[in-house]
Every structure is written in structure tokens, then in C-alpha cells.
């Protein structure tokens, strides 16, 4: 099948295009005139072309990675399908307004598929970049159940709390990394034009320096002489940390590292915790079966000690037993949370004691980010300020020292 790059105009005068894949031009035109569109430009990709594009457009790439749009968009779904309007129907008047046009050629082509007699569902399937597992698995069992905009609007709460809680985090590390970015540009710019400037006048009296102004001359010569040595160092740095951490071992011993590190391994903890028990109370209230929603769960977590310790979990109900004593046994969890999906378990109501853990985790999240952010300002700045002084205790005693024996 072909895949081809269109534009046109809509039913109601407005531009629109995309990438679609069809069997040829002829069942193109067929497919978008049923939707509605008459194309005006088309053209066929090759698949050199389409790898060019992905590699170069930049502003597709951050685009494929927000996840605001699709929470809004399954939002709207969710309410057009509660008035009674056909998915088909539905998913036009979706289109029609989503800004993101790669988000929006994937709802056309799921459109086309539901229109062909494809489920809602494994239309979906067919664009992982922007509907992944636990949405499709999700979809699917609110159409068997025949309550697909419940779930869809449960997905949406969903996806916001998911965003929420991304920008919590995102939000503890903003500040240090601008601080962190803001002082590496002040010491390169001490390294490579103040210091010079004084090594001059130093060298013009030939006087023997102290060993920590001698360091700092050395440290600034690095800097100015060996720059492109420090960034191939660097680019190795980091290539070689990827490559070991794309091994099973560097893998688990990075994740066993982030779990555990001072400060932020609290807050990494309680953001999986989060995560673990919203993610399983959607997916277990929507009807998705519990052995698969462990599944999804486990994927999502990312992080390969607790995801063993879900897996482990898994097997446990698999062959019949309860979610919370393995979780409990594993240590990683914390006693409040596998005492509260033991209590949900005995009682029926696992779905809602998830979902309290989660409120509860999201509320101790907030709580960590402020703490945390009111910690590393002040840390910061300290840092900051101790090793500006330390620039300036080497350059001004040497200097005072000359001023002494001139005097003299």
C-alpha cells in the first residue's frame, strides 16, 4: 500500500491535508471525497522521502510528543458520543477542529477505517505514535461493554491527571536546570574571557602563583585551547552512558540508582506509585480483564524493579492469589498503599482504593516538588556564589600579592 501527501478543502471551505495510505491516487480521491474533501495537490512519498521528513521536521517531532491535544480530543469524544451521535459522525466533527494535523490525519485515517467496518478499537491500533496500549485496550472494552464513552471519558480524566502530573515533575526540575544552564554559561565566559585578560598581567611579572590560581590558568587554558576535546569527551560521555544503560544490567542498575538516590528517589517513587495505581484502577473499572490491565500497568511504570515487581504480582493472581501480598513482600511499595489493596481486595472495591491511593500520591507529589524547589533554590545559589568566590579569591590574591612586593 502507498502512501501519499495531500491537500484540500473540506466540506466547509477549509484547507486541510495530511499523509494518508491508500492502493492507489484513484481509491484516494474515492476515500477522502466520501469524508467530504476535495484534493486539490497530491503527491506520492517515497520511503526515503517519508525517513528525510521524520528526521528533519523538528516542529512534527515535538508535536508528536504532546499530550494535551488527545486528552481534549477524547474528552470532546466522549461527550458527542453521550449525545447520540454515530462514531462516524463523531469523529468528523472531531477533525474538523484539531489543530495538530498529525493528530488529525491519524483520527481521518481511523475514520476511514471504522467507515470500511473496522472496530473503533483496532482502527486506533493502527497509530501506536498517538493511541498506545492502554488506550486501545481500554476502547476496546468499553465497545464490548457498550459503554465506549464512559470509558472514553474516564480515559480523558486519565490522560489530564497523567499530564498534571508530568508537569509536577517537570516543574521540580525546570528551575534547578536553567540555574545549572545559567551558571555554566557564567563560568565559561570567567574561563575564556576574564581569566585570559589576567593571566596576561600575571605573566608580565613573573611571579610564582599559588597552586589554586595556577589550576584555575590551567582550567581556563582547557577551556580556551581544548574546547572541541571537551566536547568530544562529552558526546562520548554520553553515547557510552545510552549504550550501557541499553543493557538488561545498566538497565537495572540505573532504575535500582534513580529509586534510591537522595532527594529525587522519594519523589520518583511516589510518582510511579501514582501512576501504578491510576493507571490499574482505569483500566480495571473500564472492564479491561486484570491479568491484561497488570500488563498494561507494568509497561507504563518504567522503571525494571518495579516492573518485576509487578510482573511478579501478575503471576501471583494468575495462578489465583492476591495483588497485595506480593507487593508487599517486595518491599518496593510502601506498607500504606499494599495495605489499602489488600482492604480493596477483601472488600470488593479494589478500583476505588486505587484510585484514593492515587489522590493521596498526587497530593504527597505536590507537597515533595514544593519542598524540593524551596530546597535547591537556596542550595543553588550557594553553589553558585561559592564557586564565583573561588574565581575571585585566585585572581585577587596574586594580584594583592604583586601590589604588596611593588610597594615594597
Request: glycine share 6%; net charge positive; aromatic share 8%.
Amino acid at each position: 500500500m502507498a502512501v501519499f501527501a495531500y491537500r484540500g478543502v473540506n466540506a466547509r471551505g477549509k484547507t486541510v491535508k495530511g499523509v494518508r495510505e491508500a492502493d492507489s491516487q484513484k481509491a484516494l480521491r474515492g476515500l477522502l471525497r466520501r469524508d467530504g474533501v476535495m484534493i486539490t495537490e497530491l503527491q506520492e512519498q517515497s520511503a526515503a522521502a517519508r525517513s528525510a521528513s521524520k528526521e528533519i521536521d523538528l516542529k512534527r517531532f515535538f508535536r508528536r510528543n504532546r499530550r494535551g491535544p488527545l486528552a481534549l480530543v477524547t474528552r470532546q469524544l466522549a461527550v458527542l458520543l453521550r449525545s447520540g451521535i454515530p462514531l462516524v459522525e463523531a469523529l468528523s466533527a472531531l477533525i474538523e477542529q484539531i489543530e495538530d494535523p498529525d493528530l488529525g490525519a491519524a483520527f481521518t485515517d481511523t475514520r476511514s477505517r471504522v467507515n470500511e467496518g473496522s472496530s473503533f478499537a483496532d482502527a486506533l491500533r493502527a497509530h501506536p505514535k498517538y493511541f498506545g496500549t492502554l488506550y486501545v485496550s481500554m476502547v476496546e472494552a468499553g465497545e464490548a461493554s457498550g459503554t465506549l464513552e464512559l470509558v472514553l471519558a474516564r480515559l480523558a480524566d486519565f490522560l489530564d491527571s497523567q499530564n498534571k502530573l508530568r508537569g509536577k515533575v517537570s516543574s521540580a526540575l525546570a528551575y534547578p536546570a536553567v540555574m545549572v544552564v545559567i551558571t555554566a554559561v557564567i563560568l565559561i565566559i570567567m574561563m575564556t574571557v576574564v581569566v585570559p585578560k589576567v593571566t596576561t598581567i600575571f605573566d608580565s611579572f613573573g611571579q610564582v602563583l599559588p597552586w589554586y590560581t595556577r589550576a584555575l590558568i590551567f582550567t581556563s587554558h582547557v577551556f580556551t585551547q581544548a574546547w572541541w576535546l571537551l566536547i568530544l569527551l562529552a558526546i562520548a560521555a554520553v553515547w557510552g552512558f545510552r549504550r550501557w544503560r541499553a543493557t538488561a544490567a545498566g538497565r537495572a542498575r540505573w532504575d535500582h540508582f534513580v529509586l534510591h538516590t537522595p532527594l529525587f528517589g522519594k519523589l520518583t517513587l511516589k510518582v510511579s506509585v501514582s501512576r501504578f495505581a491510576r493507571t490499574l484502577a482505569t483500566l480495571l473499572s473500564s472492564g479491561v480483564p486484570v491479568l491484561h490491565a497488570l500488563e498494561i500497568t507494568r509497561n507504563v511504570l518504567g522503571n525494571t524493579e518495579l516492573m518485576d515487581v509487578v510482573e511478579d504480582a501478575r503471576t501471583n493472581v494468575r495462578e489465583g492469589e492476591g495483588l497485595a501480598k506480593p507487593l508487599k513482600a517486595s518491599g518496593a511499595f510502601p506498607p500504606i498503599v499494599t495495605h489499602m489493596i489488600a482492604i480493596g481486595e477483601r472488600s470488593g472495591q479494589l478500583e476505588e482504593m486505587l484510585e484514593h491511593v492515587a489522590d493521596a500520591y498526587d497530593q504527597e507529589v505536590d507537597t515533595q516538588v514544593a519542598a524540593l524547589t524551596s530546597l535547591l533554590e537556596p542550595l543553588i545559589i550557594v553553589v553558585m556564589g561559592g564557586m564565583s568566590a573561588a574565581i575571585a579569591f585566585s585572581i585577587l590574591m596574586p594580584l594583592l600579592q604583586i601590589n604588596q612586593f611593588v610597594g615594597g
